[in-house]
């Protein structure tokens, strides 16, 4: 069992700043990739920012130059910095794992966290 645990969502104003934390636990013995996915209602969901075990990172056009990805591999944890925060990235938005190896030699190619509310008031 590979478990992802979001925290960090809430209500902001435009302008504000949140910061979204990702923690998967169980038996993992590395994770190549983890990224931030956001879904509006009605949209489908879509890739925020990414980052490999290494240091490559990818964004978003609509969020570079405001958001910020990284990562604490020892504790297999994913942030999202979210800067300059605009009503239109209101969205739920969920924590994704790639390629997690576990103890048990097993790999888990799509793990996904329950995800947590952004919102951004106008």
């Known amino acids: 069992q590979v478990q992802l645990v979001e925290s960090g969502g809430g209500l902001v104003q435009p302008g504000g700043s949140l910061r979204l934390s990702c923690a998967a636990s169980?038996?993992?013995?590395?994770?190549?990739?983890m990224g931030w996915y956001r879904q509006a209602p009605g949209k489908e969901r879509e890739l925020v920012a990414g980052i490999t075990s290494g240091v490559s990172t990818n964004y978003a056009d609509s969020v570079k130059g405001r958001f910020t990805i990284s990562r604490d591999n020892a504790k297999n944890t994913v942030y999202l910095q979210m800067n300059s925060l605009k009503p239109e990235d209101t969205a739920v938005y969920y924590c994704?794992?790639?390629?997690?190896?576990?103890?048990?030699?097993?790999?888990?190619?799509?793990?996904w966290g329950q995800g947590t509310q952004v919102t951004v008031s106008s």
């Open positions: 994704n794992a790639d390629q997690v190896v576990t103890n048990w030699g097993t790999i888990v190619s799509d793990a």
């Open positions: 169980g038996s993992i013995v590395s994770i190549y990739a």
